[in-house]
């Protein structure tokens, strides 16, 4: 599935109830998911490459330098 330059956002996990499948001080991709956002819920791409629909004050949203986001892209 392919994600526009202007839907991804980065997101670092600040605390997890689920170590497994989130990792403190890791950076996670962010997908758009309005119905989440209503309710204070962010989804993210988690550990094992799913979505996971987490509480938004778990995470601290960041911008990274062109050149970073762009090496991240790659990154599997």
């Not at 526009?4 to 989130?22: F, G, M, V, Y």
């Not at 993210?44 to 991240?72: A, C």
């Amino acid at each position: 599935m392919s994600r526009s330059k202007r839907d991804r956002r980065l997101a670092i996990c600040i605390k997890t109830e689920d170590p497994d499948l989130l990792t403190p001080r890791k950076i996670y991709e962010v997908i758009p998911d309005a119905s989440g956002e209503k309710s204070d819920f962010i989804r993210v791409i988690d550990n094992e490459g799913e979505d996971y629909l987490i509480r938004f004050h778990s995470y601290i949203f960041v911008s990274l330098p062109h050149e970073v986001e762009k090496v991240l892209q790659h990154v599997s």
